[in-house]
Nanobody, 114 residues
């Protein structure tokens, strides 16, 4: 499975960005999709996760502001980010998990200016 993230950039606080993660390969094996982020000096942390059944899970810090969605026809997983805050600044990684392991896309940088 190959994952390709896009959509990062620079935005002012209060603004919005939409990240998209395209996927290809043996995606039928994937049972969870998500986004993680890593800020400088911090560990990688979960932002949002979606199971193949549609159940979603969000970090408390983004709940109500971020929305994860999956588009089966386009084979993408998107992260709509609204009301962005400077503390959302990080490299965002898309993620796909299956029973025996994980796949990671390359990161895309999101910078939120105050």
């Amino acid at each position: 499975v190959q994952l390709q993230a896009s959509g990062g950039g620079l935005v002012q606080a209060g603004g919005s960005l939409r990240l998209s993660c395209g996927s290809s390969g043996l995606i039928f094996s994937i049972n969870k999709w998500g986004w993680y982020r890593q800020a400088p000096g911090n560990e990688r942390e979960l932002v949002a996760l979606m199971s193949s059944g549609g159940t979603t899970n969000y970090a408390n810090s983004v709940m109500g502001r971020f929305t994860i969605s999956r588009h089966n026809v386009k084979n993408t997983v998107d992260l709509q980010m609204n009301s962005l805050k400077p503390e959302d600044t990080a490299v965002y990684y898309c993620y796909a998990g299956y029973d025996y392991g994980d796949y990671w896309g390359q990161g895309t940088l999101v910078t939120v200016s105050s």
